[in-house]
């Protein structure tokens, strides 16, 4: 069975730093994308790792803050969440995909696998 975990998320204050993985079981996905939802909003794209395609990068509006990378030996994508705000509240979540291509790799209706989520939550 394929499952997508998500992990590492909680309680953080503002200016600090949060770190997310996500593992994938039953199947090694080309490329891993991380989106997030905060309540009442749509789900907004945040960063991409993609060995088939070599693309890595992270959302404009989040570089410099953010970090993705992927520990292939763990099958894991990290997102390294640093100097985080209070809008950065939201669930994060991670997609994969061994098919989707560059141009579609921010829009979440690319993606047929996904994980549960995890809440991440920076405190003011």
């Known amino acids: 069975q394929v499952q997508l975990v998500e992990s590492g998320g909680g309680l953080v204050q503002a200016g600090g730093s949060q770190r997310v993985s996500c593992t994938a079981s039953?199947?090694?996905?080309?490329?891993v994308a991380w989106f997030r939802q905060a309540p009442g909003k749509e789900r907004e794209f945040v960063a991409v790792d993609s060995r088939r395609t070599g693309t890595r990068y992270v959302t404009k509006s989040m570089k410099g803050r953010f970090t993705v990378s992927r520990d292939s030996a763990k099958n894991a994508v990290i997102l390294q969440m640093n100097s985080l705000k209070s809008e950065d509240t939201a669930v994060y979540y991670c997609a994969a995909s061994n098919t989707v291509i560059v141009s579609q790799m921010e829009s979440p209706s690319a993606y047929s696998y996904w994980g549960q989520g995890t809440q991440v939550t920076v405190s003011s």
């Open positions: 039953g199947r090694t996905f080309s490329t």
